[in-house]
């Protein structure tokens, strides 16, 4: 999420909210003691239908803020510059406000990235000391679930998988086999470690892959779930090759 979609929920979200909780100054995202009266119930008048109209987009800029990592800001001070830019009287400029959110949050990137990398880094070199695990010279890493006995595709075949994608903590990104829907697709037109794999799968075959994050996503990572330098692991089973 670039720094102009958080200001803009920011300013939609947090501005005078008034749902019954209480923050103490200087308060932080990630230690924030809220004391919640009640539940904001559907409104069924027009001030109850402001305040949770003032919740609900308060709940969407913290799940925004939890999602890009952005847990260390002063909540009084951020209400603050909302009310002083919708009052006119900042003291610092938009140009110099998005160019310190933009270098804050490619630090908190950066250091999130790292720890992705060393994390993958380390469950691959542990991985492959595991009986049944092969290593590519390229460092993808597999294991033969089910042998198969069919013709291999080629790097220019078109391919019908089945297939569940989790990261190393076991997180979930994709899986064709939990939308009961198998996948087509060439295979020249997937990550790197599956277009490895697959032309050395013969059709019938189920394999899990491990594959190294340079051979995958890299550091742009994918999606809101895929960090940058993330390790994937896929169970992958080729039904068949398309003619």
Known sequence: MNFKNVLLLALLGMFTIQTGFAQKKGKK??????????????????????????????????NNLKQTKINDLDLDVLKQGIADVLEGKTTMSNE?????????????????????????????????????????????QFEVLTKGTGPFPKSTDRVTTHYHGTLIDGTVFDSSVDRGQPATFPVNGVIQGWQEALVLMPVGSKWRLYVPSDLAYGARGAGQTIGPHSTLIFDVELLKIEE
């Open 96 to 140: 110099a406000a998005g160019q310190m959110v933009n270098e804050h949050m490619a630090k908190v990137q950066e250091e999130a990235s790292k720890g992705q990398r060393e994390a993958g880094e380390k469950f691959l070199e542990e991985n492959k000391a595991k009986d049944g695990v092969t290593v590519l010279p390229s460092g993808l």
């Open 29 to 62: 995202v990630n230690k924030t003691e809220n004391t919640i009266s009640a539940v904001v119930e559907p409104a069924n008048d027009e001030k109850n239908m402001e305040e949770s109209i003032s919740y609900a987009f308060g709940v969407v800029l913290g």
